[in-house]
């Protein structure tokens, strides 16, 4: 029986998402992350927040570019969902 993940492709540049998808974002647009790394709260019963809540798996590509401020504000996003669990999170 296969089983359907929901997974969320992203990069930390645009280009990187060109390669992997069309349907692959930057971090920032996925997790709505500000270009100073302010995470404004998601309202509960926005979309962006139940597509974040339901993912199973999301890929983070050229994770050796990232910041660190950049990596916190993923955390802080993902904390907020309630959605922090590292098996769930693979980092290239």
């Known amino acids: 029986m296969l089983l359907k993940k929901k997974v969320?492709?992203?990069?930390?540049?645009?280009?990187?998402?060109?390669?992997?998808?069309?349907?692959?974002?930057?971090?920032?647009?996925?997790?709505h992350i500000q270009c100073k790394g302010y995470v404004r709260p998601l309202q509960e019963l926005s979309v962006e927040f139940q597509i974040l809540k339901e993912v199973d798996i999301i890929i983070i590509d050229e994770m050796s570019i990232m910041t660190s401020t950049l990596l916190q504000s993923v955390e802080t996003r993902l904390q907020q969902i309630e959605m922090i669990q590292m098996n769930h999170i693979i980092l290239s």
């Open 8 to 31: 969320i492709l992203t990069a930390t540049t645009r280009c990187a998402t060109s390669r992997l998808s069309s349907k692959a974002s930057t971090v920032h647009n996925t997790f």
